[in-house]
């Protein structure tokens, strides 16, 4: 029960994102003729490897300006998870 439930969700969360990224999903197809189900996989796992709205917001971000190369995606993600999850403060502390 509990993999049918599992399944569900991530396919309910992969339609989700369709949805809401098709001008981005079909640019991504006429850009890599041949690759299309390879980079579909891959935007995938960075679905369910990265937290949702760094994630969205970078798609948004490559759809703006045409980015389809899904290297530089994955690092605006990383950049994008990096200033909102990890925030580090400026002060040193001598005792370390």
Sequence with gaps: MGVIVGIAIAG????????????????????RPGQAIR????????????????????VAT??????FDLDRLDGMVLRYTARDYFVLSDAVDPDR
């Design 12 to 31: 309910q969360t992969f339609y989700l994102f369709i949805l809401d990224n098709l001008r981005y999903l079909a640019a991504l197809k006429a850009k």
């Design 39 to 58: 980079a579909m996989k891959r935007l995938l796992g960075m679905l369910r490897d990265y937290p949702r709205e760094p994630f969205i917001r970078a």
């Design 62 to 67: 490559a759809t703006d300006y045409g980015l």
